[in-house]
C-alpha cells in the first residue's frame, strides 16, 4: 500500500511562534493535500499540490502557507500560530483521481 | 464553494444489523463519489468508489449512486462492532481541479 509518512506526530506551539507540519510521500503521486479534522465538520481542505513547485488554496486556507519544494515533500506552514489551529493535521496523496492515501496525522496544540 | 452533507450524524445499530448511510454533493459538477472509514486515532481509509449511475457491492457493502441527484448511500449488511467507525464521504470532479471534498461524516456504533 501507498506510504504517506507525516511528521511530527505531536505539537505542542505557542501562540505567535512558527510551526511546520512535514509530509513525504514515496509513490511518486503528483498530487498532495493536507487537510484539518475537527469534531462535527469531518476533512477540511487547507492546500494541495498537483506537482513540484505547485500550491494550490483549499477551502480554508487563511493562516496557513505551503510549499512543495519536491514530487516527495510537501509542507504545512503556520507563520504565526492561534489557538483556533489547534487540530489534527492529515497529508494525503493521489495519482490523479484515485484512492487518497493518508498519513498518520499530527495533533497540533497551540497553546 | 462544493460542499457534501452527510446523514445521520450518527447511528447505532445491532450487530447482524443493517447500517444505511447518506450523502449528497451541492455541486453540478461532480463526477466521482468515495467512501472512507476512519476508525477512532487512525486515518481514513478508502472503503469504496462509485463513479457511474446504480450500484455496487463488495462483500456487506453496497454503495448506490444517483448522479442526478448527486446522491450516494452506503449500506453495511451484518454490522459488525468492528464497523464501529466514522464513515466520511467524499467528493471529486472529472476535470479542472482535483479537490476532494468530505463531508462532515457518520459516526456509526455495532453494539452486541
Known amino acids: 500500500e501507498a506510504a504517506v509518512t507525516q511528521s511530527p506526530r505531536n505539537k505542542v506551539a505557542v501562540t505567535g511562534g512558527k510551526v511546520t507540519l512535514s509530509c513525504n510521500q514515496t509513490?511518486?503521486?503528483?498530487?498532495m493535500y493536507w487537510y484539518r479534522q475537527d469534531t462535527g465538520h469531518g476533512l477540511r481542505l487547507i492546500h494541495y499540490?498537483?506537482?513540484?513547485?505547485?500550491?494550490e488554496k483549499g477551502d480554508i486556507p487563511d493562516g496557513y502557507k505551503a510549499s512543495r519544494p519536491s514530487q516527495e515533500n510537501f509542507s504545512l506552514i503556520l507563520e504565526l500560530a492561534t489557538p483556533s489551529q489547534t487540530s489534527v493535521y492529515f497529508c494525503?496523496?493521489?495519482?490523479?483521481?484515485?484512492?487518497?492515501?493518508f498519513g498518520a496525522g499530527t495533533r497540533l496544540s497551540v497553546l | 464553494q462544493q460542499k457534501v452533507q452527510q446523514s445521520p450524524e450518527s447511528l447505532i445499530v445491532p450487530e447482524g444489523g443493517m447500517a444505511s448511510l447518506n450523502c449528497t454533493s451541492s455541486?453540478?459538477?461532480?463526477?466521482y463519489f468515495w467512501w472512507y472509514r476512519q476508525h477512532s486515532g487512525k486515518s481514513p481509509k478508502m472503503l469504496m468508489?462509485?463513479?457511474?449511475?446504480g450500484e455496487k457491492e463488495e462483500g456487506r457493502f453496497t454503495v448506490h449512486l444517483n448522479k442526478a441527484s448527486l446522491h450516494t448511500s452506503l449500506h453495511i449488511r451484518d454490522s459488525q462492532p468492528s464497523d464501529s467507525a466514522l464513515y466520511l464521504c467524499?467528493?471529486?470532479?472529472?476535470?479542472?481541479?482535483?479537490?476532494?471534498?468530505f463531508g462532515a461524516g457518520t459516526r456509526l456504533k455495532v453494539i452486541a
Open positions: 494525503a496523496s493521489t495519482a490523479s483521481q484515485n484512492t487518497l492515501y
Open positions: 509513490n511518486n503521486h503528483n498530487n
Open positions: 499540490s498537483y506537482g513540484a513547485g505547485s500550491t
Open positions: 455541486d453540478r459538477n461532480v463526477d
Open positions: 468508489s462509485i463513479f457511474s449511475n
Open positions: 467524499a467528493a471529486s470532479r472529472n476535470t479542472g481541479n482535483y479537490k476532494y471534498v
